[in-house]
């Protein structure tokens, strides 16, 4: 079955204790990117990856780094949590960058930081 | 920036069809209208995406207007499991972004 999985599902952790939330897709998609979804916002890109070692930022990467060793996963680290980093976090990839491509989601990985 | 514009919400009859509308009056020329939907506690799910001609599939119909400045999605027979939000977005196809709004949320009464 053709799918984006992230883990974990749900976490709480601590004011700058360093992180990661996994992405996996079995695809063979070149495109992964990451969004968060906050209330009256919507969901705002955060990295994407066009392929393999090459990753840009998107519209809010303050706070985030990634990496892009094998195409097939793309985590999201945060280095030193803080509050205004709760928020519910998507990993999508698609075929190519292209506009005429669908584009597969992940199931969010829900993050609370105390 | 969100480059298409919805009503926040709308209501439905189970079993009737729903016209789910979309301003993206500054698209270009060669950008593609894709819409997803998100249910409940899920992810993002595709649902149709199109260019200019109208386009149907297996879950709904695009129908794009001849000036491409405005779209709708159409459910042919909205079920209790079509209540979701639902996203209009125009995809940038130099870096692959997906811009989304706050689309619409879609409640469907039994």
């Known amino acids: 079955e053709a799918q984006v999985t992230q883990n974990p599902r749900y976490l709480i952790t601590v004011t700058g204790k360093k992180l990661t939330v996994t992405c996996s897709q079995n695809?063979?998609?070149?495109?992964m990117s990451w969004y968060r979804q906050d209330p009256g916002l919507g969901l705002r890109q955060i990295y994407y990856s066009m392929n393999v070692e090459v990753t840009d930022k998107g519209d809010v990467p303050e706070g985030y780094k990634v990496s892009r060793k094998e195409k097939r996963n793309f985590p999201l680290i945060l280095e030193s949590p803080s509050p205004n980093q709760t928020s519910l976090y998507f990993c999508a990839s698609s075929l190519s960058r292209g506009d005429n491509t669908e584009a597969f989601f992940g199931q969010g990985t829900r993050l609370t930081v105390v | 920036d969100a480059k298409t514009t919805q009503p926040n919400s709308m209501e439905s009859n189970e079993e009737e069809p729903v016209h789910l509308p979309c301003n993206h009056s500054t698209i270009s020329g060669t950008d593609y209208i894709h819409w997803y939907r998100q249910l409940p506690s899920q992810g993002p799910e595709y649902v149709i995406h199109?260019?200019?001609s109208n386009v149907n599939n297996r879950m709904a119909s695009l129908a794009i207007a001849e000036d491409r400045k405005s779209s709708t999605l159409i459910l042919h027979r909205a079920t209790l499991r079509d209540a979701a939000v639902y996203y209009c977005?125009?995809?940038?196809?130099?870096?692959?972004?997906?811009?989304f709004g706050t689309g619409t949320s879609l409640t469907v009464i039994p």
């Open positions: 977005i125009l995809r940038d196809k130099v870096y692959g972004q997906f811009y």
């Open positions: 695809m063979n998609h070149e495109y």
């Open positions: 199109g260019l200019t």
